[in-house]
């Protein structure tokens, strides 16, 4: 066993979250420790109170669902802001700016956490979204709305991963399960209320007030929360910081989201631009490894990727968010194609999609804190939305039980979330808890994409290369015969199921190892 395994492998001394609250060390104020030292041992400052600690989760819930709620709020509003600006063929930028500015900056602001602690980190990433969001509220043309929305994605990056980390500072990594089902619930009811809402403010008021209302609730979140940051305990560790190697992830992060957003919609794959550009992700992607190989203090440490825990964990909740966001985007075409479902009707029906998959993660949740063999309810949870997806890839059914197979399906799908994100956390040392977060979430993003793209390209191929599956093709799509668009699904649903297939599988490769937290001999079940 290396050094690494053996510093990543959570403490059986480890205090416990209720243990803490029941104790009393002396009272020692954050701002003022010092932690330049890399070897010192992490100073916990007086214990948190419950009360302290529904403060700062629910402080923590209201910033993430801005995050949650800003990828969602804006798409209904883009035909009022395109009539505006007298601008159509540049909208989709306003989505991509703040997709490849969020992605790219993900495991920067986990890495940063670790090195300059999470209170900075969080001022950082909430000034740069309030500030974005003003910006895009003011802007006065297209290319100054597209600015500002990668300015607000640059902060609004940064917010789930530093929101899990904070969670990972104050909660047991057994007890986090629970917590991670939570935030899940935030993000169905930001995916659920975002096209709502923005569909109101801008028909009813002003298209702006999808950026505005970010201004208070970042403001009320940060109120909430800065005066309880001195309290969590301190696991950073100042070290200097890999620039270079920092610059050389973003570059390769960004420039393979725009292969994966151009990709058979832009451009044609095999088109000059899209091979260039997939040349210029490797030869970037090469620059980064080498460089992290020969750095004394890596960026992001490659040790952290690899083992018997972080790189299945990794495969397994990539996978499940894949799936999910790929089956979310396309399934609307689905239901308008084959049950004739108005828009609104077709988003409607994808409720079941995004509502269970919190209950899953709500049911793994309870397991990790009540079971030993914690990832056993998500090698289930996986399999049983792999035979879901095939069931739904085999015949044509009533709208009702295509319903229920997609609600099975994202229960299945749920329990990979909490287990998959508490697992990497509870793999590395509490010093890295940040670094291993921002990688997570970083990885998620691309295989979500991925999949996106990947679906897109299944459709192109049995649908025609000359149908375009973004922005305005319900005219199109219309046209398509039920049963072609039924035939075209099935692959669809094929790929999900074999995605779960490869969860199931990488959780059931990952080595589980025990969660500090509560002992519970009780409970705990063989």
Not at 246 to 259: F, I, P, Q, S, T
Not at 261 to 284: D, E, F, H, K, Q
Request: neutral net charge; contains cysteine.
């Amino acid at each position: 066993m290396n050094k690494f395994e053996r510093q990543g492998r959570p403490s059986t001394d480890q205090p416990t979250l209720s243990e803490s609250l029941a104790s009393e060390p002396t009272v020692v104020p954050a701002d003022i420790l010092d932690i330049s030292d890399a070897d010192a041992p992490p100073i916990a400052p007086a214990p948190l109170t419950p009360s302290e600690v529904r403060t700062i989760l629910l402080s923590l819930m209201l910033t993430m669902f801005l995050a949650a709620l800003d990828q969602t709020i804006v798409a209904t509003a883009l035909p009022t802001i395109g009539r505006q600006f007298r601008d159509v063929s540049s909208l989709s930028w306003v989505i991509t700016a703040y997709l490849l500015a969020s992605t790219a900056v993900a495991p920067v602001f986990g890495t940063l956490s670790d090195i300059y602690g999470r209170r900075g980190m969080i001022i950082t990433s909430m000034s740069l979204f309030v500030v974005g969001s003003i910006l895009c509220a003011i802007a006065p043309n297209m290319p100054v709305l597209i600015i500002a929305r990668g300015l607000q994605g640059l902060g609004g990056g940064g917010i789930l991963p530093l929101v899990q980390t904070v969670i990972a500072d104050v909660v047991t990594p057994r007890e986090r399960g629970q917590y991670q089902a939570y935030f899940s619930g935030v993000w169905m009811a930001a995916g659920i209320g975002g096209p709502i809402l923005g569909g109101v403010f801008a028909e009813h008021l002003h298209w702006s007030m999808i950026f505005w209302i970010n201004v208070p609730l970042g403001l009320t979140s940060l109120a909430m929360l800065l005066p309880k940051m001195g309290r969590i305990p301190v696991f950073h560790r100042r070290r200097k910081v890999d620039w270079l190697g920092g610059v050389l992830l973003m570059a390769a992060a960004v420039v393979v989201m725009l292969v994966l957003t151009w990709g058979g919609n832009r451009y044609a794959w095999l088109s000059p631009v899209i091979m260039a550009m997939i040349g210029a992700s490797i030869a970037l992607a090469f620059a980064f490894v080498w460089h992290a190989l020969r750095a004394d203090q890596p960026f992001l440490p490659l040790s952290l990727m690899g083992g018997t825990v972080v790189p299945y964990a990794m495969v397994c909740g990539g996978c499940a968010m894949g799936a999910m966001l790929g089956l979310t985007v396309y399934l609307p075409l689905y239901y308008e194609g084959v049950y004739h479902l108005s828009a609104s009707e077709a988003g409607m029906a994808l409720i079941p999609l995004a509502a269970v998959s919190t209950l899953g993660a709500a049911v793994a949740g309870k397991a990790m804190a009540r079971s030993k063999h914690y990832k056993h309810v998500a090698i289930i949870g996986t399999i049983i939305a792999a035979a879901t997806a095939t069931a739904l890839a085999l015949a044509p059914m009533p709208l009702w039980l295509l319903l229920v197979l997609l609600s099975i399906f994202a229960l299945g799908l749920g329990t990979a979330f909490p287990v998959s994100t508490v697992s990497s956390q509870n793999a590395v040392a509490r010093s890295q808890v940040g670094t291993i977060t921002g990688a997570t979430n970083f990885f998620r993003a691309l295989m979500a994409s991925f999949t996106v793209a990947v679906f897109s390209a299944i459709l192109l191929t049995a649908l025609g290369g000359d149908i375009s599956l973004s922005g305005e093709h319900r005219g199109v799509m219309s046209a398509i015969p039920a049963a072609d668009m039924i035939a075209a699904f099935r692959y669809v649903f094929g790929a999900a199921a074999a995605m779960m297939v490869v969860a199931s599988i990488s959780m059931g490769l990952m080595e589980e190892r025990p969660l500090a937290g509560p002992a519970r001999p009780v409970e705990l079940a063989e």
